[in-house]
């Protein structure tokens, strides 16, 4: 069983920047690729952000790619989502999750074994 911890979220105004933070314990961490996910209100959860188990491989979703970055230090357990030039369409809960390493880019939440328990992200105008 993986464990996944995420942190960092809260409030900030459009434009601003935010760093998510997604810690993970109890299993090989080099064993699992990972990814970043959010929830709105009313809505599917959207994937956004896929790293696979070095960290060479950063793959996003269109939505995101160009603001948000996904990195992972595998020295510390510990994956993050930079998001930058942020907008209210970005208010969500920011869900990290994990995986089996694998040759596929998997961008479906039923691919994700493991996930955190939910960073809510609140962007004022």
């Known amino acids: 069983q993986m464990q996944l911890v995420g942190s960092g979220g809260g409030l900030v105004q459009a434009g601003g920047s935010m760093r998510l933070s997604c810690s993970a314990s109890?299993?090989?961490?080099?064993?699992?690729?990972l990814g970043w996910f959010r929830q709105a209100p009313g809505q599917e959860r959207e994937f956004l952000a896929t790293?696979?188990?070095?960290?060479?491989?950063?793959f996003y979703a269109d939505s995101v790619r160009g603001r948000f970055t996904i990195s992972r230090d595998n020295a510390k357990f510990m994956m993050y989502l930079q998001m930058n030039n942020l907008t209210p369409e970005d208010t969500a809960i920011y869900y990290c999750?994990?995986?089996?390493?694998?040759?596929?880019?998997?961008?479906?939440?039923?691919?994700?074994?493991?996930w955190g328990q939910g960073i809510q992200v609140t962007v004022s105008s």
């Open positions: 790293i696979n188990w070095s960290g060479s491989y950063p």
């Open positions: 999750a994990a995986r089996p390493s694998s040759s596929v880019v998997e961008v479906t939440t039923a691919a994700y074994n493991y």
């Open positions: 109890g299993r090989t961490f080099t064993d699992y690729a």
